[in-house]
């Protein structure tokens, strides 16, 4: 159902990557024409053509659609931002190696739009950043132009707290926080939202204290994960399956809620989880403060991948197998299940390492884009299960995605007694007992 949007509403979303283009295409579908920029001539023509360039369910079909109403266009031009009401600024903004925003893509983005600003505007920034950038950084180069934030335009911010797979369906249900320059400014960003994607609004006190929800959300998440991580090989020392006590530790009521220790995994990558906390960490001690968790639960989930590797290379030996001999299928290679997003996976660090020892290593992923897969890998990937796993020593699954759930390890062509390494399928004990019947090992993370 189309939202009840002022007639002639626009808006300009800049940054047409994951974020910005499931933005645009569910703005549209409410109802509002849309215009996207991107400086990258190749993102701009895939809109334009109905097309993606990444996974995400759902959206392909919505883009399609989208475009076929002539509602959502894309531009390299930003003088096309004039034309819009709102400006949504969804540019990427990785790290440094020292865990510093790397500010090119957000500097850049806000020079070009100072120029082409005009009186009512209003700039809602969605970009991860440390506290203060919106106000520090942001502010100063759109008011280059000549305009001032909170006078001529308006300016806030509003965290991007989406998980791939199921992005479309969080952007119109979970909550939104948004926090401006001055009252007007978050009042705004907030009506703006809720007449949108009618969801809740969570206003906030300033600018910083909406940048720091987003980082406080990732570092939330990267920790529990270190948590579970660590508990599996707790577990592992004693022969007990970590997902039981998972289970049974939830079960006890705890603050608003209960006991909430997440899964386990070969680890965590993408484009936020594997950043964020270091940008707590880094902003802290440019005021003087030393934080100890962030970095601590980057360095536990960084060390999964090798943690992972070694449960493979220790089954192959203790089977006697030689390294440079065996053949171990991946299957999965994106950083999370049901989708084929590559950055910052741990599969590919699982990979170098297996090659690095002299294993044969074959990689299946159906959801990734085969050549980002060989340029990344320099392996040029299988385009079935069956011609992956063939003869295989090893067939590790480090991403679930659908294809793979009803697995019929009955029918693979592997090779005699092997390994089945569980990194984030979470197999019920029924189907581990099945594939053991079948003559096959199991290996899990704390299983």
């Given at each position: 159902m189309e939202a009840d949007m002022p007639s002639g509403r626009t808006v300009a979303v800049i940054g047409l990557g994951y974020v910005g283009l499931c933005l645009a295409a569910t703005l549209t579908d409410r109802g509002l024409d849309v215009i996207g920029v991107d400086i990258a001539q190749r993102r701009v023509d895939e809109l334009n053509s109905g097309q993606l360039g990444l996974y995400e369910g759902g959206l392909q079909d919505l883009i399609t659609r989208c475009v076929a109403s002539g509602r959502l266009r894309a531009t390299t031009d930003y003088a096309a931002v004039s034309t819009a009401d709102v400006l949504v600024v969804t540019v990427g903004t990785p790290i440094?190696?020292?865990?510093?925003?790397?500010?090119?893509?957000?500097?850049?983005?806000?020079?070009?739009?100072?120029?082409?600003?005009?009186?009512?505007?209003?700039?809602?920034?969605?970009?991860?950043?440390?506290?203060?950038?919106?106000?520090?950084?942001?502010?100063?180069?759109?008011?280059?132009?000549?305009?001032?934030?909170?006078?001529?335009?308006?300016?806030?911010?509003?965290?991007?707290?989406?998980?791939?797979?199921?992005?479309?369906?969080?952007?119109?249900?979970?909550?939104?926080?948004v926090g401006g320059l001055d009252d007007r400014s978050t009042q705004e960003a907030a009506k703006f939202w809720q007449e949108t994607l009618g969801v809740r609004v969570m206003p906030q006190a300033s600018l910083e204290a909406a940048e720091i929800v987003k980082l406080a959300d990732n570092w939330w998440i990267d920790l529990n994960i270190a948590l579970a991580n660590e508990l599996a090989k707790f577990c592992a020392l004693y022969d007990v399956d970590v997902l039981d006590v998972i289970a049974a530790a939830n079960t006890i009521p705890k603050g608003n809620g209960n006991v909430n220790i997440l899964l386990p995994s070969v680890g965590v990558g993408g484009s936020c989880l594997t950043k964020d906390p270091w940008m707590v960490w880094q902003s802290a001690r440019r005021r003087g403060l030393e934080i100890r968790t962030a970095p601590t639960g980057r360095e536990v989930n960084a060390g999964m991948p090798a943690y992972t590797t070694q449960l493979i290379l220790d089954d192959l030996a203790a089977r006697g197998r030689n390294f440079s001999e065996a053949t171990v299928a991946v299957l999965g290679l994106a950083f999370k299940n049901n989708t084929g997003d590559l950055r910052s996976s741990p599969a590919q660090m699982v990979v170098e390492a297996l090659v690095k020892e002299g294993v044969r290593v074959r990689v299946y992923d159906p959801l990734a884009d085969a050549a980002q897969v060989?340029?990344?890998?320099?392996?040029?990937?299988?385009?079935?299960?069956?011609?992956?796993?063939?003869?295989?020593?090893?067939?590790?699954?480090?991403?679930?995605?659908?294809?793979?759930?009803?697995?019929?390890?009955?029918?693979?062509?592997?090779?005699?007694?092997c390994l089945v390494l569980d990194g984030r399928a979470y197999f019920p004990k029924e189907k581990i007992a099945m594939i053991q019947k079948l003559g096959l090992g199991y290996r899990g993370i704390g299983r």
């Open positions: 440094t190696d020292e865990g510093s925003l790397a500010d090119t893509q957000l500097r850049s983005a806000c020079q070009s739009l100072s120029t082409h600003l005009r009186p009512g505007h209003l700039v809602i920034l969605k970009s991860t950043v440390p506290p203060g950038t919106t106000r520090n950084l942001v502010l100063p180069l759109l008011e280059g132009g000549g305009l001032t934030g909170g006078e001529d335009f308006m300016l806030s911010f509003s965290p991007e707290r989406l998980a791939e797979g199921t992005a479309l369906a969080e952007l119109c249900t979970f909550p939104i926080v060989e340029a990344l890998l320099r392996i040029q990937p299988g385009t079935s299960v069956h011609e992956t796993v063939r003869d295989a020593d090893c067939v590790a699954l480090l991403a679930l995605h659908r294809e793979f759930e009803d697995l019929d390890f009955a029918s693979l062509p592997v090779a005699e007694s």
